[in-house]
């Protein structure tokens, strides 16, 4: 079994920041690429943030140069600093990572975690 479990949101005003964390556990054997969804509300999930094996990132423009993804690898780990946040970020935030269990190494499959909420007041 696979855990993604993410921590940090929490109720922020408008111009300040936050670090969401989400770490992976479990029966892993290799990840992949890891990202950053969101669903604010009424919204469909979108994908904001994405960073490889390698450490390159790739960014929605929504977010670009206010959000900073990074990883840890050797703590099966992937970090969002926000920074600058406005009331239209306000949504849950997930955790996504597609990875190897040591029960199926012939396959990527997708995980994720379970949510976190960040609002951000005007």
């Known amino acids: 079994q696979v855990q993604l479990v993410e921590s940090g949101g929490g109720l922020v005003q408008a111009g300040e920041s936050l670090r969401l964390s989400c770490a992976a556990s479990?029966?892993?054997?290799?990840?992949?690429?890891m990202a950053w969804y969101r669903q604010g509300p009424g919204k469909q999930r979108e994908l904001f943030a994405t960073?490889?094996?390698?450490?390159?990132?790739n960014y929605a423009n929504s977010v670009k140069g206010r959000f900073t993804i990074s990883r840890d690898k050797a703590n099966n780990s992937v970090y969002l600093q926000m920074n600058s946040l406005k009331p239209e970020d306000t949504a849950v935030y997930y955790c996504?990572?597609?990875?190897?269990?040591?029960?199926?190494?012939?396959?990527?499959?997708?995980?994720w975690g379970q949510g976190t909420q960040v609002t951000v007041s005007s």
């Open positions: 479990g029966s892993i054997f290799s990840i992949k690429n």
């Open positions: 996504n990572a597609a990875l190897k269990t040591t029960t199926a190494i012939w396959r990527w499959d997708d995980y």
């Open positions: 960073i490889t094996s390698a450490g390159s990132t």
